[in-house]
T-cell receptor
Framework: DSGVTQTPKHLITATGQRVTLRCSPR?????VYWYQQSLDQGLQFLIQ???????AKGNILERFSAQQFPDLHSELNLSSLELGDSALYFC????????????FGPGTRLLVL | QQQVKQSPQSLIVQKGGISIINCAYE??????FPWYQQFPGKGPALLIA?????SEKKEGRFTISFNKSAKQFSLHIMDSQPGDSATYFC????????????FGEGTQLTVNP
């Protein structure tokens, strides 16, 4: 158990809908990272927050947004969902801004029908 | 642009054998090279990591070899066990860009009893 929690574990929704994925980092970790894992794209970095502020952005679609709250938990919002958004979404956390171990949560499996 | 290339895509090894997975990177600014192990339905878990100031790091049966001039690094699993059967990902990051992890494509390792 990495200490990173993610909810929900599974999510099934329809195209065009909006969903919110939640992540709670390990106790004491200030950075939260979001990654997408799909069969064709592998593990891809989406976005990083550090102590409430956006720190780095990867290949995140404009339909996707994220935020980190004062209690350091983070939410990833996916809107106008398309079939191709079906994937595993992982949250990871680390103690500082980077250059150290990232601990991954168990992931949320999203299926868009 | 795929900045970290991993091979082989799949690997079958007999119990007690040596498993070797290779990765090559392009970005010379990368300064942290972790290997992650992922079991089905789970998030990636850090196995071992290295920084470019050392050429080798060993932890138990797992060894990373790092060749800075060739921009390559590899994972060696000695005395491979059936419990090692999983997908292995190499990754790389640079602290100045927020330490997003750039992952290789993954290697599915099967250790036969």
């Amino acid at each position: 158990d990495s200490g990173v929690t993610q909810t929900p574990k599974h999510l099934i929704t329809a195209t065009g809908q909006r969903v919110t994925l939640r992540c709670s980092p390990r106790s004491g970790d200030l950075s939260v990272y979001w990654y997408q894992q799909s069969l064709d794209q592998g593990l891809q970095f989406l976005i990083q927050y550090y102590n409430g502020e956006e720190r780095a952005k990867g290949n995140i679609l404009e339909r996707f947004s994220a935020q980190q709250f004062p209690d350091l938990h983070s939410e990833l919002n996916l809107s106008s969902l398309e079939l191709g958004d079906s994937a595993l979404y992982f949250c990871a956390s680390s103690r500082r801004q980077g250059g150290e171990t990232q601990y991954f949560g168990p992931g949320t499996r999203l299926l868009v029908l | 642009q795929q900045q970290v290339k991993q091979s082989p895509q799949s690997l079958i090894v007999q119990k007690g054998g040596i498993s070797i997975i290779n990765c090559a990177y392009e970005n010379t600014a990368f300064d942290y090279f972790p290997w992650y192990q992922q079991f089905p339905g789970k998030g990636p878990a850090l196995l071992i990591a290295i920084r470019p100031d050392v050429s080798e790091k060993k932890e138990g049966r797992f060894t990373i070899s790092f060749n800075k001039s060739a921009k390559q690094f590899s994972l060696h699993i000695m005395d491979s066990q059936p419990g090692d059967s999983a997908t292995y990902f190499c990754a790389a990051s640079e602290e100045t860009s927020g330490s997003r992890l750039t992952f290789g494509e993954g290697t599915q390792l099967t250790v036969n009893p």
